[in-house]
């Protein structure tokens, strides 16, 4: 597509195709429409932006893992809001850990020692209390407490409610001394206070036997195989004073043998329901030939406490809270307050000469670390726009004071800083939710990639073309950028836009932000910015200083190229490329008339041609406005004010000089094709070496107490708590030959943790059963002894009442009992299945019977079934009807998953979960599964297809959005090409950075191919808008954009700095690191891989050379009256012909007052009195308006 093109390239006879002119004059006329209204423009684009800033006040962090993972409306998303409806939003509890590990690497902690160590800081912890709304909350009042039975007896109730345990999962609990973790106590006539370190439940329900009837209660404490609870085990230290007589060795006063008491893992107070595994206890176990255990490197403890919902509930109309104003948002401030107080304590309960550390963490401490990642850190902030306004400041001055733009570059940064703060305010307003990625990343990225356009426009506004009237300098800019500003913001809108496939909200929200803030600083570069340029254009032209624009300006001389003339009948001597007329020209202003009258004297001198590797068809002098502002043109006269040597120097001189001439020599287009191609080869096999994950520790800051706790966790109890939900729409009654066999392939999962050979399934449905098979196996002992009859069943046993009570069950409203079944019916027939017709009804008996049961399966009921309370001695009709549960919509089977270090791991457990309901589901069971691993890797299953779907649609979206405005396919594909090396290179570069692939990441990748638009649409642009040969082309092309792109990229890399000081090694590692290195890789395509490309396979130049030329050329007469006079050689080649004369004027207004007076020159003295009347054509004057003093 034809452009305007920049200085130097094309002659001013040069007119675009039609097929441009539209969108070209629609961008003229905005810029002269800016201009001539440039005030107004500026403060309504002000006050704009600043209103959409205001949108910043109502915006929403949002912190909540689920809702910044899980994607809206997928099948992850629609099995949490299935349990959420069912089960409300809370878990049932929370964990707090600690994580005890040697100093010492590899040293053995089952030592006495290591866990008297242990033993200190959790004792520590469970002492933990807060003060808060005047009450004292310890661990016994905010602990969760599994299974609390129902007893009729108020006395022994109310001692069982204060002295319950609570849930403790600890190495502990294989000895005495754990009972001093449990800080209930209950008081009873004539005893002490009863705790756990004195209890022995056999001797008390002995001594309290006479005195009420507890078999109920002792049958329970049966069933959970209580026996003598902590009284009966060992004592870590024998010495202690108040080590009981029950334990085994407290008359050997020998200490036990640590690693065989935690063989198989330890009790809490119920050997029957809880049973903590080696694994939740131990971390680095080693063990003999046989199996034994020997050593271990790590050990655990995790209390856990009620959610603010159950803590809620639980204290709700309690006399302790009725003056309080009890809510739940009261509940879950106590129980944060807890929480951290916990982990504080916890981390200083060791002394710093312990050969033990202790790491704590818990469920606030995560929520803490979000917080404090999404909260923005206004000193970065600050420092990186400062920083970014400092260096837009330097890069724009000039040492020529009417040409420089500091207060440009200033105003530019500050306009772009308001761009992306009316951006994020929009995205407030539209409700996208801001997450830590936002705060953390986004205003750097955005002022980075903002900035480039900036400078983009500023350097093309220095250097329009010669002869542009005053008032269309701003509408000629934005015609010969405006284009290349649209499509870089074009594509990069369109690949956020794309990036927000991605189907993580937190990620999705960040890319759709970014589109947003992209498109305000398109808005703010192509209309508000404009109308800063025009307003620098007038101080310019009053010749004020530059970001003192209030002072005039010492140094006013000023250079303009004349526009190129035909030389006619002239000729050029062989060997002689560029003609050059240099005129001295001094104006005064006449008091009569106040107009400025300018006389020139004719000078001239002939320029050999350059010596240059391209055949010397690259370049002439003064081909850049750029340059010419920056530096003295040869000429032997000295301006009014001299410019430092270093002054001279500026990278558009360098490209011209240095870089292209090196660059497009044929042996460099060979190096650096094969270097290239050598880093694309090796890319391709770091591409191999990337591995999916994102660990929770590349997101804590390294070297705090969090980030090692995490990897200790990570290294030694790698354990997930799931479970395996089945939901309604299916009838449970018969279907339990399904749900035994979906239980059976969940459980051969490699990663399932098995449960001891010894204990049974750790499930609801398995409990329920081998409850049933309980009480039948007491009333078949009852009725054959004759202690149960037809009539009768008090003087049989408690579970062989029950049992009787569900026998004569028939389901049928009208005869709901009948007693000949009593012999006829099993509760489980010999297959191992229950009755459907008694399975509601029995699932009512065994909720309200066996509550430690039910606590330990963690079913999770619901419709929960309806309260039954058993009385034996009751035998009304009322009595010995039993309500039936309602069909279930919610039960779960837990599992333990172990094993799983690498994202590898999780994916196959995921897809094996997934396979096994999947076949439950043709068997008529709905099921899925549930819990962390399922819910925050279950995008790993479909992310590298997403990433490679977003990144196809993008690169074929960013041909077509250049082919359009380029109307150059052939150009649109050499883009997409060095686009997907780039792509294809990042990649690579991550797999030997270590950088793991996740959902972060990949929005980056696909971010990668709209920022690289940015390096190499210019460098085509240029190209396409030039004369010559193809090496000539992609030259100019790269005199002209390695400036702005240059500066573009060090404004990013600026930009990207501050992320470098990140407390986060996750923004830096996953954000500074990636993004720095899609810089250089693109700084490096852009401007060497591009133009080699583009030299050997480049498109034609959409641009037509609109020259007079002559067929033939003529030896004109001799020149008269002194003019000039020019020779041709009868072998000059005819293209010499056509040649063009290009006259510089450097233009002397008269001193201004106080001004410093350069001494005697060189330069003859010359006055306009002096003035020779007849200097024929060659003499120009000028008129013009004389500026007020």
């Known amino acids: 597509m034809a452009r305007p093109p920049p200085l130097g390239e094309l002659p001013p006879g040069y007119t675009p195709p039609a097929r441009s002119a539209a969108p070209q004059g629609l961008l003229f006329s905005l810029g002269c429409g800016i201009q001539r209204h440039c005030g107004k423009v500026l403060f309504l684009g002000l006050l704009a932006f600043g209103a959409l800033a205001l949108g910043l006040r109502v915006a929403i962090i949002e912190t909540d893992l689920e809702q910044l993972w899980v994607e809206a409306g997928s099948r992850v998303s629609q099995e949490l809001q299935y349990t959420k409806e069912k089960l409300g939003e809370e878990a049932a509890y929370t964990s707090q850990m600690l994580i005890q590990t040697p100093r010492q690497e590899g040293e053995n902690v089952l030592t006495p020692e290591a866990l008297g160590l242990h033993l200190q800081a959790a004792l520590t912890a469970s002492k933990v209390q807060v003060s808060l709304y005047g009450k004292s909350w310890d661990l016994n009042k905010i602990c ?20 319950f345990p609570c849930v403790i999962l600890t190495p502990i609990d294989c000895f005495w001394e754990g009972a001093k973790l449990q800080g209930g106590s209950a008081y009873l006539p004539g005893r002490p206070d009863i705790q756990w370190t004195n209890l022995d439940p056999e001797q008390l329900l002995e001594e309290l036997g006479p005195f009420a009837s507890l078999e109920g209660f002792r049958e329970l404490l049966d069933k959970a195989q209580v026996g003598q609870a902590y009284v009966g085990r060992p004592c870590l230290h024998p010495d202690d004073l108040h080590c009981p007589s029950s334990a085994p060795n407290h008359h050997s006063r020998q200490a036990p043998n640590v690693a065989q008491e935690l063989s198989g893992g330890c009790h809490g107070f119920s050997h029957k329901f809880m049973h903590w595994q080696e694994e939740l206890l131990l971390g680095g176990m080693a063990r003999d030939p046989q199996g034994q255990l020997l050593r271990a490197e790590a050990l655990q403890s995790t209390f856990l406490l009620m959610s603010p919902r159950q803590l809620y509930e639980h204290f709700r109309g309690d006399y302790q809270t009725h003056d309080i104003g009890w809510s739940e948002e009261q509940a879950s401030t106590v129980l944060q307050a807890w929480q951290r107080r916990f982990v504080q304590l916890a981390q200083e309960a060791l002394p710093g000469n312990a050969s033990q550390q202790i790491h704590a963490f ?147 929200a960040f890319s759709l932000q970014a589109a947003v803030v992209v498109g305000c600083n398109f808005a703010a570069v192509m209309l508000v910015f404009p109308a800063v340029l025009s ?37 050029v001597p062989v060997g002689i490329a560029h003609l050059t007329a240099t005129v001295q020209a001094f104006a005064h202003c006449e008091a009569s008339s106040q107009h400025v009258v300018t006389l020139l004297p004719p000078q001239a001198h002939l320029v050999p041609p350059p010596s240059d590797p391209l055949a010397s068809e690259l370049f002439s002098p003064g081909g850049s406005t750029r340059d010419l ?183 049928d409203a009208q005869e709901p009992l009948d007693f000949s079944q009593l012999t006829t019916r099993k509760l489980v027939d010999k297959d191992g299945l229950i009755p459907p017709e008694l399975f509601y009804m029995g699932l009512t008996m065994w909720v309200s019977s066996d509550p430690l049961g039910l606590a330990a399966s963690q079913a999770n009921f619901y419709p929960p079934p309806p309260e039954w309370l058993h009385d034996k001695y009751d035998t009304t009709g009322e009595n010995l009807r039993i309500p039936a549960a309602q069909p279930l919509e919610f039960a779960q089977f837990p599992f333990l998953l172990h094993g799983l270090q690498k994202t590898a791991d999780f994916v ?111 460098v085509a642009l240029g190209f396409l808008t030039s004369q010559g040969s193809r090496n000539l082309r992609a030259a100019r092309a790269l005199e002209h954009t390695l400036a702005p792109v240059t500066d573009g990229a060090v404004s990013t890399l600026l930009g990207l700095l501050m992320l470098a000081g990140s407390n986060f090694d996750f923004i830096v590692r996953y954000f500074f690191v990636v993004l720095t290195v899609l810089t250089l890789l693109g700084l490096l395509h852009g401007l060497v891989l591009l133009p080699v490309l583009l030299s050997i396979l480049g498109p034609p130049p959409e641009v037509v050379q609109m020259y007079k030329e002559s067929p033939e050329v003529l030896s004109p007469p001799a020149a008269q009256g002194g003019g000039l006079r020019w020779g041709v050689a009868p072998t000059l080649p005819q293209s010499f012909a056509r040649v063009t004369t290009s006259m510089t004027v450097a233009l002397r207004p008269p001193p201004l007052p106080g001004a410093y007076i350069h001494p005697a020159s060189e330069e003859p003295t010359w006055s306009p009195a002096a003035t020779p009347a007849a200097s024929g054509s060659s003499n120009l004057s000028s008129r013009g308006p004389c500026p007020a003093t």
């Not at 530059?546 to 006619?568: K, W, Y």
């Not at 001189?653 to 497009?664: D, E, M, N, Q, V």
């Not at 299953?941 to 979206?957: D, E, N, S, T």
């Open 144 to 163: 969760y407490k599994s299974g609390v039975p129902l007893i009729e007896n108020g006395m022994i109730e109310r001692m069982i409610e204060k002295l």
């Open 362 to 508: 818990s469920s606030t401490t995560l929520d803490d670390i979000l917080h404090a990642f999404s909260e923005v850190s206004a000193a970065r902030v600050v420092g990186g726009y400062l920083l970014m306004l400092a260096y837009a400041c330097v890069t724009m001055l000039r040492w020529d004071c009417a040409q420089s733009q500091g207060a440009v570059g200033l105003a530019g940064v500050l306009l772009v800083a308001l761009a992306v703060a009316s951006g994020l305010g929009l995205c407030a307003l539209l409700g996208i939710a801001f997450n830590a990625a936002t705060t953390q990343v986004l205003p750097f990225l955005a002022l980075g990639i903002g900035v480039d356009d900036i400078f983009l426009l500023a350097h093309a506004f220095t250097e329009a073309p010669p002869g542009t009237p005053l008032q269309e300098r701003t509408g000629e800019c934005l015609q010969r950028t405006g284009t290349s500003v649209a499509l870089t913001s074009i594509n990069n809108m369109v690949a956020f836009f794309m990036a927000a496939l991605v189907p993580i909200p937190a990620l999705r």
């Open 535 to 571: 307003l620098d254009l007038h101080r310019r032209h009053c010749q004020r200083l530059d970001v003192l624009c209030c002072f005039s300006s010492p140094c006013s001389a000023r250079v303009i190229q004349i526009l190129p003339q035909e030389l006619g009948d002239r000729t």
């Open 629 to 811: 502002l920056g530096q003295e043109e040869g000429t032997r006269q000295k301006a009014a004010c001299k410019s430092l040597p270093c002054a001279r120097w500026n990278l558009a001189h360098f490209a011209r000089s240095r870089f292209a001439p090196l660059l497009l020599q044929s042996h460099t287009k060979a190096m650096v094709l094969v270097l290239f191609g050598a880093l694309l080869g090796l890319s391709l096999y770091g591409s191999t070496l990337v591995q999916d994950g994102l660990a929770l520790t590349d997101v804590v800051p390294r070297g705090t107490k969090e980030h090692a706790f995490l990897s200790a966790q990570l290294r030694y109890f790698s354990l997930y708590e799931v479970a395996l939900v089945t939901q309604g729409g299916f009838d449970y009654a018969h279907s339990q030959r399904a749900l035994f066999d979906l239980h059976q392939r969940f459980s051969s999962l490699k990663a399932v943790l098995p449960p001891p050979a010894t204990q049974a399934p750790r499930t609801w449905l398995h409990y329920y059963r081998n409850w049933l098979q309980g009480i039948q196996a007491a009333f078949d002992q009852d009725w054959a002894s004759g202690r149960i009859t037809h009539h009768s069943y008090r003087n049989g046993s408690e579970d062989g009442a029950l049992a009787y009570k569900l026998l004569i069950q028939t389901g």
């Open 908 to 1018: 196959e457990t995921i897809e094996g979960a997934r396979a096994a309901c999947a076949e439950a589901g043709q068997a008529g069971v709905r099921a899925y599964p549930s819990g962390s691993p399922f819910l925050f890797w279950e995008q790993y299953l479909g992310l590298r297809r997403c990433f490679l779907l977003a990144v196809c649609i993008l690169l074929v979206c960013t041909f077509l959005v250049c082919a359009l405005l380029l109307l150059n396919p052939w150009a649109a594909s050499l883009i997409v090409l060095v686009l997907t090396v780039m792509t294809v290179e990042l990649f690579g570069i991550m797999g030997f950075l270590g950088i793991k692939l996740s959902a972060i990441p990949v929005v980056i990748l696909v971010a990668s191919v709209g920022i690289g638009v940015e390096f190499t649409v210019h």
